[in-house]
């Protein structure tokens, strides 16, 4: 039995393969308020926990399981809404996978997670989509992501429910994923770049000047083949 920060118990069954989630006694996540049941399969435990916490933070159901395991049977076993699974484990073949919901499961979409800070390229997007998973997102890094993901997974599923942000930094807190809280805008101006003076020309000494200028005594000739011409 492994005991989670956020106060819920989670009890694994190894021979079943098979995650129970029990509500504890402090009545933080009531039954009766649960909206969606969400399968969530991740191959790091600090990404299964960050998931598990961010849907119940929005009163969400969360059956935890490993990636390594037979997913679609799991899937099958009870209703589900939403499977957000890590497609990097090397342990199966993701896109089987979502041929297989999309022909067993139609009504549940299939979130597929990769490392994070990866760009997804539009041509693997398309082809995940084409072999039946809803959309590909990064894993969770920082508490901006968090939203961020929760935001676009509710926009792919078509989800029309709001986000309790309250909750959810509450429960990111929780975990020491606390999103930093942005700074008051300081009222001390920027620092001024100063602008050097223009340097003055350097005078020309009067001496200089006269002997620059030609003399009005001085008178030309017109000279050809060193003969002064008349």
């Excluded at 399981?65 to 499977?83: F, G, H, K, N, S």
């Excluded at 989800?159 to 990111?172: E, M, S, V």
């Amino acid at each position: 039995m492994v005991v989670y920060p956020w106060h819920r118990v989670v009890k694994y069954n190894e021979r079943n393969s098979v995650v129970q989630t029990l509500t504890s006694s402090s009545g933080h996540l009531s039954l009766s308020a649960v909206t969606k049941t969400v399968l969530v399969a991740q191959s790091q435990s600090l990404q299964a926990q960050l998931w598990k916490l961010v849907m119940e933070s929005q009163q969400h159901s969360v059956v935890l399981t490993a990636p390594r395991i037979d997913l679609l049977e799991v899937a099958t076993a009870q209703p589900l809404d939403l499977m957000i699974v890590d497609m990097t484990t090397g342990l199966f073949n993701p896109y089987a996978l979502c041929r297989d919901c999309r022909s067993q499961l139609p009504n549940t979409p299939v979130i597929l997670t990769h490392p994070a800070r990866r760009h997804i390229e539009p041509v693997e997007r398309r082809w995940a989509i084409y072999q039946g998973a809803t959309d590909i997102i990064p894993a969770l890094v920082e508490a901006g992501d968090v939203l961020d993901a929760l935001r676009h997974i509710y926009a792919a599923v078509k989800w029309p429910l709001p986000i309790d942000t309250d909750a959810l930094y509450a429960a990111l807190e929780q975990l020491g994923f606390m999103p930093e809280k942005s700074n008051s805008v300081s009222s001390t101006s920027p620092p001024q770049v100063a602008i050097p003076a223009p340097t003055p020309a350097p005078s020309i000494d009067s001496e200089e000047q006269t002997a620059s200028k030609p003399s009005s005594s001085v008178k030309y000739r017109l000279m050809y083949r060193g003969r002064p011409v008349n």
